[in-house]
């Protein structure tokens, strides 16, 4: 604090803040994505640290009643040491569970408003919740209170994986601009059940 009274957050910043900063520092959008395959560890570790369950039995974000309605999908393109088709994330066991074969990724992108592009990066992360299901567990707290705190959850976990993807050197950017009707069509043979995809996640290398 200086004389005035004035705060500068450069000389009174706390300790301990610093590997955080250079995380929030390199965290940027990525709409361009080199050729290169992501390799399976790197894919597993961001989802086991950004989503997956801790050892205590809670997870890195925030979520009302910690239900977790939010469940993430992957569809692979190229991804080193899978094939490429859909895949679930179980986030208590830190595992991909196969789904559907194929690339799913040309569809899953032409269902976006304006991200063709994203149908050339390795994998999609997609998030995903069934927001009728959300909305009959918070019934009591008025009509589409569920659905609300599924979109506050998944904003968490867009944040924790972009997060993630700049400690490991990897690009990414959240993508809410979706036709709904075109992704529900896009995400049937990946998606399980009344879910729908609230938002994709590109994910791969940045090209240089």
């Known amino acids: 604090m200086v004389a005035d009274g004035t705060v500068n957050h450069r000389r009174d910043e706390p300790p301990g803040l610093d590997a955080a900063g250079a995380l929030l520092a390199a965290r940027a959008s990525t709409k361009s994505f080199s050729d290169a395959p992501v390799p399976v560890q790197l894919l597993t570790r ?5 989503v997956g369950d801790r050892a205590d039995g809670g997870r890195a ?4 009643h910690a239900l977790h309605p939010v469940d993430v ?10 094939q490429a088709g859909a895949y679930r ?3 208590p066991e830190h595992a991909l ?5 194929g690339d799913h990724r040309r569809a899953l992108a032409q269902a976006t408003l304006d991200a063709g ?3 050339e990066c390795p994998a999609l992360l997609l998030l995903t919740a069934d927001l009728d299901a959300a909305d009959r567990a ?34 990414t950017v959240f993508l809410g601009g979706i036709d709904d009707d075109a992704m529900r069509t896009a995400a049937e043979p990946i998606v399980e059940g009344s879910r729908s995809v609230l938002g994709l996640m590109p994910l791969g290398f940045a090209a240089r």
Do not use: M
Not at 46 to 50: E, G, I, K, P, Y
């Open 46 to 50: 961001l989802l086991a640290v950004a």
């Open 89 to 91: 994330f179980d986030n």
């Open 61 to 64: 974000y925030p979520s009302a």
């Open 97 to 101: 569970t196969p789904g559907a074969r």
């Open 117 to 119: 592009w994203a149908a």
């Open 73 to 82: 999908f992957v569809a692979v393109g190229k991804v080193d040491g899978l």
């Open 138 to 171: 918070f019934d009591t707290q008025g009509s589409a209170r569920g659905s609300r705190y599924c979109w506050i959850e998944v904003g968490a976990i867009a944040e924790n994986i972009h997060i993630c993807a700049a400690a490991l050197g990897l690009g």
